[in-house]
């Protein structure tokens, strides 16, 4: 059963451009949910999809954002980059949503944003 | 402001010994906790989890330790090894709401 993919692996954007990461989760999978990572942070929350539906939000300024199609696959834009959101952008899927709270998420390797 | 502080930032063990990464929240609202061990390059992945309905839960060499009264709770990996070393993060959740992780550590197991 193939993983969690996340697209591109790796990207290099300037300040002020935009990017477009996607994910595409487990087969079955229902919700997708994305993560920043920066070190001595940790992971913090962005935000989750469940059924196409955005059902929580971490506390992230509106230039990030998200979608997801009927397939189940996501993607999460950020516009205006700014030298800040140099980061791993981590997806996790799993297949009843964090409602379910069993704890299973399955993670993508990570997309590494680098804004110059 | 963090939900949930873990503590120590890194760690270096020798092989054999004992590797204790705590944590410390402080919603009571949540009600599961699990550990996540992250490779270089690779994802977070589940490794151990528990609900304050228990104390201890044991999956082999890894061991969570839950104190409820003091809303702590710790990983306990026994006979490290080698093939440890990677980062670790606690997180804690509240049925139908987000994952709050822990900042990581960085373990280190010499041979």
């Known amino acids: 059963k193939a993983g969690v993919t996340q697209t591109p692996r790796y990207l290099i954007k300037t300040r002020g451009q935009q990017v477009t990461l996607s994910c595409s989760p487990i087969s079955g999978h229902r919700s997708v949910s994305w993560y920043q990572q920066t070190p001595g942070q940790g992971l913090q929350f962005l935000f989750e999809?469940?059924?196409?539906?955005?059902?929580n939000k971490g506390n992230f300024p509106g230039r990030f954002s998200g979608r997801q199609f009927s397939n189940s696959r996501s993607e999460m834009n950020v516009s205006t980059l700014e030298l800040g959101d140099s980061a791993l952008y981590l997806c996790?899927?799993?297949?009843?949503?964090?409602?379910?709270?069993?704890?299973?998420?399955?993670f993508g390797e990570g997309s590494r944003l680098t804004v110059l | 402001q963090q939900q949930v502080k873990q503590s120590p930032q890194s760690l270096i063990v020798q092989k054999g010994g004992i590797s204790i990464i705590n944590c410390a929240y402080e919603?009571?609202?949540?009600?599961?906790f699990p550990w996540y061990q992250q490779f270089p390059g690779k994802g977070p992945a589940l490794l151990i989890a528990i609900r304050p309905d228990v104390s201890e839960k044991k999956e082999g060499r890894f061991t969570i330790s839950f104190n409820k009264s003091a809303k702590q709770f710790s990983l306990h990996i026994m006979d490290s090894q080698p093939g440890d070393s990677a980062t670790y993060f606690c997180a804690a959740s509240s049925s139908g709401n987000q994952f709050y992780f822990g900042t990581g550590t960085s373990l280190t197991v010499i041979p």
């Open positions: 999809y469940f059924s196409e539906t955005q059902r």
């Open positions: 919603n009571t609202a949540f009600d599961y």
């Open positions: 996790a899927s799993s297949w009843a949503g964090l409602a379910a709270n069993t704890g299973e998420l399955f």
